[in-house]
């Protein structure tokens, strides 16, 4: 099995098709691995049959909230650009969340939201956020019950926008949107292409 897919230590030990059932999601191909297959034999796989979209699922699922949602600000950050010149409401809202979950600023998550312009997919990114402590949002929201799987969906999106987005090598930038998420699963930044360019 490639050593790509190791040391991800941030994922949850459990078998991948437990955690792709307890957010009702199927992927597109019918995995060989069996069903107690833990998340890097699973990528490998996906990865070995050429099915990267099912991949960055995986990985939208497979990851804890708080890095789920900074893969998602990553992505965002793709096709709005760099902070501080280009923040959004929301945008700037998620990233804030990711370095402190606060009610605080899951309150400002909502009031970002509240503000957006319609076609405004940074949306996602704040969302995300929000589903990811279980409930619709703050206050009386919390009463509710997130969507299953919502804070996963969102996350997922963002990345599938940005690829839509972008302009250069299709293939080479969603292999880099992989290898953001496993990054992060092993305790990095995520930024994987900036840390390669600095080196070379």
């Known amino acids: 099995m490639t050593e790509r897919f190791e040391k991800m230590t941030k994922i949850p030990a459990l078998p991948t098709a437990r955690m792709l059932a307890e957010v009702n999601t199927k992927l597109s191909l019918k995995l060989e691995a069996p069903a107690s297959a833990p998340t890097d034999a699973v990528l ?3 990865d070995a049959k050429g099915k990267p979209i099912d991949m960055l699922r995986v990985l939208s699922i497979v990851l804890p909230p708080r890095e789920r949602v900074w893969w998602a600000c990553l992505a965002a950050r793709d096709f709005v650009g760099p902070a501080p010149d280009n923040n959004t409401p929301a945008l700037e809202a998620a990233e804030a969340w990711v370095f402190r979950p606060s009610p605080e600023n899951r309150e400002k998550l909502m009031q970002a939201i509240d503000m957006a312009e319609p076609d405004d997919e940074t949306v996602k990114c704040a969302l995300s ?8 949002g703050p206050g009386e929201l919390d009463d509710h019950p997130a969507p299953p799987g919502g804070s996963e969906v969102m996350a997922f999106a963002v990345n599938v926008i940005a690829m839509d987005a972008y302009e250069g090598d299709f293939e080479a930038y ?16 995520g930024r994987v292409k900036a840390e390669a360019e600095e080196e070379g």
């Open 44 to 46: 490998a796989e996906l």
């Open 129 to 136: 956020a929000i589903y990811a402590e279980g409930s619709l």
């Open 174 to 189: 969603t292999q880099e949107l992989v290898d953001r998420a496993v990054d992060i699963a092993r305790g990095g930044n």
